[in-house]
């Protein structure tokens, strides 16, 4: 046998063969579910100084009330339990309802909704974004990446998200190689 004959185990190209300035596009649909996951995430990666302060002020607001109910009584500890529990819900929400009445207008205003069928790739300096909206490039310099359980999340500076989700049209190998190549120019 020669050693050019045909290796089933050999890859067809090897990735020095490949070009590496070219990276595959991915076409993906954004489901409500996607959305919402990905809105919690970019809420506490954007939020996070700010619902750290908040967080901890709630706890403490809420010791003080315990302390203080434990030595009024048994019904006033338990009329203080709940009422501590619904207001630090409502103030831990109210700390990032403005972020998220944004975010979902500026994706709405992208065409980044349930159901719209998004593709991205990337070429030297940005991520190129094709929504129903339009087309939108966001630099890489400027982007924050952070990996989720549903995919990859890109963060621009400004208040809005992509999720590149791992469940797509493409193969894994391809989202792979589009994640791995975002990361590397936004370390640069």
């Known amino acids: 046998m020669t050693p050019d004959s045909i290796n089933p185990y050999r890859p067809s190209v090897t990735i020095s063969e490949k070009n590496a300035d070219t990276v595959s596009e991915i076409q993906f649909r954004?489901?409500?579910r996607l959305l919402r996951h990905?809105?919690?995430?970019y809420?506490?990666?954007s939020n996070s100084n700010r619902?750290?302060?908040?967080?901890?002020?709630i706890i403490t607001i809420s010791t003080v009330i315990f302390i203080v109910a434990m030595y009024s009584g048994t019904l006033s500890f338990?009329?203080?339990l709940i009422g501590t529990m619904v207001t630090a819900s409502?103030?831990?929400l109210a700390l990032v309802h403005h972020a998220k009445i944004e975010i979902r207008q500026n994706l709405k205003r992208h065409g980044m909704e349930d159901g719209a069928v998004c593709s991205i790739t990337m070429n030297d300096d940005s991520v190129i974004i094709n929504t129903p909206a339009g087309t939108y490039h966001w630099p890489t310099g400027k982007l924050r990446t952070y990996k989720t359980q549903k995919g990859q999340l890109l963060i621009?500076?400004?208040p809005i998200f992509l999720i590149i989700p791992k469940v797509n049209e493409s193969t894994r190998a391809q989202f792979k190689e589009l994640v791995k190549a975002i990361k590397s120019q936004t370390r640069k």
């Open 51 to 57: 619902l750290m302060l908040g967080s901890m002020l």
């Open 30 to 32: 954004l489901t409500h």
């Open 43 to 45: 809420l506490i990666q």
């Open 38 to 41: 990905s809105e919690a995430k």
């Open 156 to 158: 621009p500076r400004e």
């Open 78 to 80: 338990f009329t203080a």
């Open 90 to 92: 409502t103030a831990y």
